[in-house]
């Protein structure tokens, strides 16, 4: 489950943690838009009861991608500022 996101990366919860380092390929479904593919960086990992909270950093995201996020990200907010 991801619990952040931002233009230049996320955290989620997994089960299975990728050692701080690994990179992985992630696919990101934006609502509205068509899904964002990209790779990723796990930078850290905390242990929690049950899984672990991963930060990922994005690798190689294009201008258009990082400008698509950013978008995705000030629309939830503003959205979370309407209620």
């Known amino acids: 489950m991801t619990l952040q996101v931002s233009a230049g ?3 989620a919860l997994v089960a299975r943690p990728p050692p701080v380092g690994d990179e992985v390929k ?4 934006i609502p509205g838009a ?3 593919q ?5 930078v850290e990992v905390k242990q ?5 909270h991963v930060s990922f950093q994005f690798v ?3 201008e ?3 400008e698509r996020l950013e978008m995705f990200v ?4 503003l959205a979370q500022l309407k209620r």
């Open 74 to 77: 000030f629309d939830a907010v």
């Open 38 to 42: 990209a790779n990723a960086q796990a």
């Open 34 to 36: 068509e899904p964002l």
């Open 64 to 66: 258009s991608e990082v």
């Open 48 to 52: 929690q009861v049950g899984n672990s």
């Open 9 to 11: 990366g996320f955290g």
């Open 60 to 62: 190689g995201l294009d």
């Open 26 to 29: 992630v696919v990101l479904r």
